[in-house]
């Protein structure tokens, strides 16, 4: 679009600069709900646009209403540094942008950082939109509370909408056809939940959602945002929940968008040092602001609002907690007692966190943080950041670095797999397999494996095995369920043809019948976590290349037995310690021949007998397959 200058603008007139924003001035109301007031809002008359950019001299609105002529909006005179004004006769599905002068005098065309609607990509104007819809998940709504407890299982199936499936063409789907597909995928496979990479307007398809430049804007490249809300109620209706991948930590600095906004530093730092992420190559959230934090805020209780989505997924934590992330020495700013820690972001987080809980307490907040920064998921009250949960990517790193080791050095190199259980209940754990793990030459989970084929898949089911015992909730990215063999790339679909072989359709199976398990025994996810919900099992004999675990439920509930082999060589009698005595049924094997294994197993069930085994009250003998997971319980299959 070529908007040009009208007879009228400031910039012809030569009006004067308005005085700029003064520090201090009080603040307008809608705290941590300014969607309400800022941005677009239409009536049957027209539309009434609201912008902050308290520094610029001038300010007013171009659009298809005006035939991109600018009409000035005016300063509001309650010091909040906004300026407003109604335009006759702009209407829903119009595009618009802002235009401001600044201290200079020099004009720039931004999006509205409030709008609901973007153009579609490589188009930057906002778009005037109605957020109306009829939802029809209040039975999924009612219940959130129930299915999201702490005490629930949590499997969840993360996405990115461009490239899971499209059209025959290589156009994208619609977020409704992606919807009925994708809710028949999870149901099939027993996933509880969808994670979304960011699905907020972002102008460069390759950065996967994560440089956004409209915050309350879904891309138009799947359809409106009314599509994006049957999307969520057609997984509601299924029930399947929704969380959503949230970037407070950086924005680009493409010159439509937030950067600079007003010819300022407004959202972002003016000096580099804390401004400029070096990583990224983007600009950083000034979290010290008070209107930056609203601004923030307020996009999350939208998406959960407007939307109903579940939870928010945090993206960056450890970036925006630390001023020295990605920084060598000099390229930045301690704090005032001399350290790294940024007391701003600290704030802001826990503000995000008491003001989303307080709004929607049957949600969850997921922290991405990969430090050992304490008490991520611990109430703010108690010292903590407020998160509900957190990835725990020293499991991810240990774990996958262990899978990846040849079989026969994992003799010595114990500590990696058992190593999280001495911190398994310092937070509240999702263990994550996402997107991260499986692109810029990283390769597939299943291109890591060590061994031939039948050995590379083994030891693919024996991963997911361990981790779906492993307390935790769960999450896996697309293609993890049938075996990808080649690593992902945004820019085309999965290798669905891979489900026509038997040992990609085991693999499916396997999972499914995990996820399955998972949600019907308690053992696997009420105290997932509490360290009362595991113990380690030890075996007649040292072994570094088994693993045996228990798994509790609550009172009267049956236990899980878990055993592990991570090698390729068969266990036809390893003797394990029991809670208790009598008939453990064989519940789950990684290694039936249904999901493409050797048939090793325990004919269904073993004995436990009266014998104590190193302070236990009962053992048996197992029969453990090669590179298999058997999970036993003290009653049948629920």
Aim: hydrophobic share 35%; charged share 20%.
């Amino acid at each position: 679009m070529n908007p040009q200058l009208s007879e009228t603008d400031p910039q012809r007139t030569g009006r004067q600069a308005i005085e700029p924003h003064r520090p201090g001035a009080r603040h307008a109301s809608h705290h941590h709900r300014q969607f309400e007031v800022m941005g677009a809002h239409a009536n049957e008359r027209g539309t009434t646009f609201t912008v902050w950019a308290p520094n610029a001299s001038a300010v007013g609105v171009i659009g298809a209403f005006n035939s991109w002529h600018c009409e000035l909006l005016q300063r509001l005179d309650d010091g909040s540094g906004r300026w407003s004004g109604f335009i006759e006769g702009a209407r829903p599905g119009q595009h618009y942008k802002y235009r401001l002068q600044n201290a200079e005098g020099h004009w720039v065309d931004k999006a509205d950082p409030y709008a609901f609607r973007m153009e579609h990509p490589p188009g930057t104007a906002s778009q005037i939109w109605d957020l109306g819809h009829e939802w029809g998940d209040q039975e999924w709504m009612r219940t959130r509370w129930q299915r999201q407890s702490h005490a629930s299982p949590m499997s969840i199936y993360e996405v990115h909408l461009g490239s899971w499936q499209r059209e025959e063409d290589g156009r994208y789907l619609n977020y409704r056809d992606i919807a009925l597909r994708l809710a028949a995928h999870c149901e099939n496979l027993g996933f509880t939940h969808v994670e979304l990479m960011p699905v907020a307007e972002h102008p460069f398809y390759g950065s996967w959602g994560y440089q956004i430049t409209g915050y309350f804007a879904p891309t138009a490249r799947y359809g409106t945002p009314q599509d994006l809300m049957v999307f969520v109620d057609t997984l509601h209706q299924r029930g399947i929940g929704v969380i959503l991948d949230w970037v407070p930590s950086h924005f680009p600095a493409d010159p439509h968008a937030l950067a600079r906004f007003d010819g300022t530093a407004l959202y972002e730092h003016d000096d580099p040092r804390l401004g400029f992420h070096p990583q990224w190559n983007s600009l950083i959230f000034n979290y010290g602001r008070y209107e930056v934090r609203d601004f923030l805020i307020s996009n999350a209780v939208f998406w959960l609002e407007k939307y109903h989505f579940d939870g928010l997924r945090v993206d960056a934590v450890a970036s925006m907690l630390y001023l020295d992330f990605a920084r060598n020495p000099g390229e930045w700013i301690p704090n005032q007692q001399g350290g790294n820690q940024n007391h701003d972001a600290v704030r802001f987080l826990q503000d995000l966190n008491a003001s989303v809980y307080g709004h929607f307490p049957d949600v969850h907040v997921i922290a991405e943080e990969s430090t050992a920064w304490p008490a991520v998921s611990r109430p703010v009250h108690h010292g903590g950041l407020g998160f509900g949960m957190k990835w725990n990517m020293g499991w991810m790193n240990d774990t996958l670095r262990y899978y990846s080791r040849p079989h026969f050095y994992r003799h010595w190199h114990a500590d990696d797999i058992r190593f999280s259980a001495v911190y398994a209940f310092d937070e509240n754990f999702v263990l994550p397999l996402s997107h991260d793990e499986v692109v810029y030459g990283k390769g597939s989970l299943l291109g890591r494996q060590p061994g031939d084929e039948w050995q590379r898949f083994a030891g693919l089911r024996n991963l997911y095995g361990y981790m779906w015992a492993h307390p935790g909730k769960k999450l896996l990215f697309m293609g993890g369920e049938f075996g990808q063999q080649e690593e992902w790339h945004h820019e085309r679909t999965l290798d669905w043809h891979l489900w026509a072989r038997p040992f990609h359709a085991g693999v499916a199976r396997w999972l499914a019948d995990l996820n399955a398990l998972y949600r019907r025994l308690p053992a696997l996810h009420v105290h997932d976590f509490e360290g009362e919900g595991f113990s380690w099992l030890p075996t007649e004999r040292p072994e570094s290349t088994i693993l045996t675990f228990l798994r509790r439920g609550g009172p009267g509930d049956a236990f899980a037995v878990v055993v592990c082999n991570l090698t390729a060589e068969p266990r036809p009698a390893l003797r394990i310690a029991l809670p208790a005595a009598g008939d453990w049924h064989e519940l789950l094997n990684s290694d039936a021949a249904v999901y493409g294994g050797s048939g090793v197993g325990n004919l269904g069930c073993v004995r436990g007998q009266d014998e104590p085994l190193h302070g236990w009250p009962a053992s048996a003998t197992v029969t453990v397959p090669p590179l298999g997971v058997v999970i036993l319980s003290n009653r049948p299959a629920p």
